[in-house]
C-alpha cells in the first residue's frame, strides 16, 4: 500500500478486514446448513386432576405452551413428543393437542402407555386421535433416519379387552414375561420384521438412524420393554444405529452400548419445573441442549 494516504491507508485495511469476516462468517453459516435440529418432548402426560406425588397434571397444560413457544424461537426441522401425551381420558387430547399444534416445525407423536388409558371404545382410535396414520413407522429428516416404534404392540392395556390382539397379549405375557411390570410392553413379532427390514435398508442407503420409541432398552430397570433386550441386540448389530431415544421413565437416564447413546428425557409432567429439549445432528456428535430438568449432552457418533 505504498503512496496511500494514511487515512485511506486505515479504511482500506478495516474495509479488507471487514470483507475477510464476513466470509469466514458466511463459511461456518454454509458448514452448519446440513445440520438436522430437532425438539425432542417427553411424557406431558396431561389430565385435569389433582397433583399426585411430584407429577402436576394440570400444569402440564402451562408447561406445554411454554415449551412450544421456546421451540418456535429456533429453527428446527422436526420435533417429536415420546409418548404418553396424556395420563387418562381421551378428553385429555382435546386440552393438549391444540397447543402441540401450534408447532411450526412438523410434528409427531410416538404412541405411549398413558396414551391408551382411555375407555376401551377409543383404543383402536388412540393413533389417529394423535394424527398417525400408523402404530409404527420410520422418517427422513435431512439425511438421518428416524424409525419411530410402537412398545405398546404387546400389552395388557393397549388393545380392547374383547378383541384377539389382548388376547394374544396376555397369552404372551403369562408364558414369557409374568414377571414383567404390567405397564410396559413389548415389540410383537411382525414390527421386529419390519424393523430389521428398515434397518437392513439404512445400512444399504447410508443413513445414521435414531429410533424413538417411548420405552427405553437401556439402562436396565423396571420401565424397560418385555423384550429390551432382543431389541439391544438386534439394533447394536447395525453400524447404521446411532441412538435410541425414549421416555416413560420420567427421571430420566443414560447408557451406551457399542457405540448407541440410549438416552431417557425425563418427563414434562414431573415437579414444577419444565423438562425439554433441542437435539443438533451433527456429522460426529449429538449435541443435546436440555431445557428446564433435562440434562445437556455431547454424545459423539461414528461415521
Known sequence: MTGFHPVLKVFTLLFIYILTANASFSQQVSSSEGLARIGIIADCQYADQPTRGVRHYRLSLQKLNQCVDSLNTFELDHVFHLGDFIDQHHQSFDAVLPIFDRLKAPHTQVLGNHDFSVEDQFKEAVPEIMGLKARYFSMMVKGWKFIILDGNDVSLYAWPK???KHQQSRRI?????AHRETWNGAIGKAQMSWLKKELEQAEIDGNKVI?????PVLPEENHILWNAGELVDLVSSYSCVKAWFNGHNHAGGYAEHQG???????????TEQNSFATVTLGPDKLIINGIGREEDRELAVGQ
Open 162 to 164: 374383547n378383541s384377539e
Open 173 to 177: 405375557y403369562e408364558q414369557q414375561y
Open 211 to 215: 429410533l424413538l420409541c417411548h420405552f
Open 260 to 270: 448407541i447413546h440410549f438416552v431417557t428425557f425425563q418427563g414434562m409432567v414431573d
